[in-house]
T-cell receptor, first 114, second 112 residues
Framework: DTGVSQDPRHKITKRGQNVTFRCDPI?????LYWYRQTLGQGPEFLTY????????KSRLLSDRFSAERPKGSFSTLEIQRTEQGDSAMYLC????????????FGPGTRLTVL | QQQVKQSPQSLIVQKGGISIINCAYE??????FPWYQQFPGKGPALLIA?????SEKKEGRFTISFNKSAKQFSLHIMDSQPGDSATYFC???????????FGGGTRLMVKP
């Protein structure tokens, strides 16, 4: 158990609706990452926080996607006007310190857009 | 642009055999190479990782071999067990704490 939790574990929504996912890392994780994984593929990087600051965003993160990490603890990922192509597993990972590389993944949120 | 290429896509090994998964990378700035194991419905779990200053790292039944000049690295699972049946991902990153670039994954099945 990595100590990283995600909620909800599964989300089914209709195209055009907005959805929000939550990630809770352990308190020692000052770094927090979001990845997206489609079926049969490896995870793809979306965005990265160091404490509350969003330091990097992938080109995959369109204007419909927004992520926040208020107070440097939990993080939310919101998708507006969902499209069928957004169906994927959304993974959150936590990392500790600034000189280590290990990322600890949560169980993910499976999104299905009908 | 796929910066980390992984092969094979699937692998079937008999119990007790050796499972070998290979990865090749393009970006010579990568300096951290982890392997993750993922079971269905779960998030990836770190298995073992290596830096380019060593050519091999072993932890239990898992060994990473690293060839810097060829820009390749591989995972060897010795004495493979049915419980090792999972999808394995190689990954790479540049610098401490930076994003991971994953390979496409290898689905391993270990037959009893």
């Amino acid at each position: 158990d990595t100590g990283v939790s995600q909620d909800p574990r599964h989300k089914i929504t209709k195209r055009g609706q907005n959805v929000t996912f939550r990630c809770d890392p352990i308190s020692e994780h000052n770094r927090l990452y979001w990845y997206r994984q489609t079926l049969g593929q490896g995870p793809e990087f979306l965005t990265y926080f160091q404490n509350e600051a969003q330091l990097e965003k992938s080109r995959l993160l369109s204007d419909r996607f927004s992520a926040e990490r208020p107070k440097g603890s939990f993080s939310t990922l919101e998708i507006q006007r969902t499209e069928q192509g957004d169906s994927a597993m959304y993974l959150c990972a936590g990392g500790q310190g600034t000189s280590t590389d290990t990322q600890y993944f949560g169980p993910g949120t499976r999104l299905t857009v009908l | 642009q796929q910066q980390v290429k992984q092969s094979p896509q699937s692998l079937i090994v008999q119990k007790g055999g050796i499972s070998i998964i290979n990865c090749a990378y393009e970006n010579t700035a990568f300096d951290y190479f982890p392997w993750y194991q993922q079971f269905p419905g779960k998030g990836p779990a770190l298995l073992i990782a290596i830096r380019p200053d060593v050519s091999e790292k072993k932890e239990g039944r898992f060994t990473i071999s690293f060839n810097k000049s060829a820009k390749q690295f591989s995972l060897h699972i010795m004495d493979s067990q049915p419980g090792d049946s999972a999808t394995y991902f190689c990954a790479a990153s540049m610098g401490a704490g930076n994003m991971l670039t994953f390979g496409g994954g290898t689905r391993l099945m270990v037959k009893p």
